[in-house]
Nanobody, 127 residues
Framework: QVQLVESGGGLAQPGGSLRLSCAAS????????MGWYRQAPGKECELVAAITPTGRSTNYADSMKGRFTISRDNAKNTVYLQMNSLKPEDTAVYYC????????????????????WGQGTQVTVSS
């Protein structure tokens, strides 16, 4: 079955960096647009970044442009999110998934083409 395992989160200071990884299995990873989503406390789910199957094209939410970089390794079925210049408002649980047409208020209730969500990885930015 589909598995999405996010890792790499933790505590970072403002201005610091973290690199998130998402190991995927159970589906044809190389055929899917993939995205990173986040759920901050009391806020709606947000698409952070997305990448096409070949990795040639990426998109970012405005507040992440220039700070975050999404990439993928299809040989390893893994998608990454390099986060630099972190801010306290980046504090959230981060999830990876296929790109979802209709993102709901809660990430895990959003109708993923993969019909599955991972546990997410907590990112906390605080001094």
């Amino acid at each position: 079955q589909v598995q999405l395992v996010e890792s790499g989160g933790g505590l970072a200071q403002p201005g610091g960096s973290l690199r998130l990884s998402c190991a995927a299995s159970g589906f044809r990873f190389s055929r899917h647009d993939m995205g990173w989503y986040r759920q901050a406390p009391g806020k709606e789910c947000e698409l952070v970044a997305a990448i096409t199957p070949t990795g040639r094209s990426t998109n970012y939410a405005d507040s992440m442009k220039g700070r975050f970089t999404i990439s993928r390794d299809n040989a390893k079925n893994t998608v990454y999110l390099q986060m630099n210049s972190l801010k306290p408002e980046d504090t959230a649980v981060y999830y990876c998934n296929a790109v979802i047409t209709t993102v709901q208020a809660m990430c895990v209730y959003s109708p993923s083409p993969l019909a599955s969500w991972g546990q997410g990885t907590q990112v906390t930015v605080s001094s």
